[in-house]
């Protein structure tokens, strides 16, 4: 199973309406990332700065093709935009991976 890590940031003061947003979270995008392979799927909190980590049981290429390919996520992150500040990959129109560095199985 391959990892995936990324990091944003939310706007200042928005913290609130990006949990609602999440607590929320449609059916259908629930879906796609079920479709991706991804599982295991937590995002953190810190100051405004967000870190997400899954696992793909399908591979992260998988997980990003899937993705891309879905006018879902396009709706999701145009939905989401207004709250959030995201660094996206041109190729992978995702978040760019951050680099693992260490690992404790």
């Given amino acids: 199973m391959e990892h995936m890590a990324w990091k944003g940031r939310i706007k ?3 913290k609130a309406e990006y949990q609602r947003r999440h607590a929320e979270i449609w059916p259908e995008m629930v879906k796609v990332l079920k479709d991706a392979g991804i599982c295991n799927y937590s995002i953190f909190y810190c100051n405004d700065e967000l870190f997400g980590y899954y696992e793909c049981e399908k591979g992260v290429a998988y997980a990003e093709k899937v993705q891309a390919e879905s006018p879902v996520v396009d709706r999701w992150n145009d939905y989401m935009k207004d709250i959030l500040e995201l660094e996206m990959d041109p190729v992978t129109g995702a978040q760019p991976k951050l680099e693992q560095v ?3 199985d």
Avoid: M, Q
Wanted: aromatic fraction near 16%.
């Fill in 102 to 104: 260490f690992r404790l």
């Fill in 12 to 14: 200042p003061g928005c």
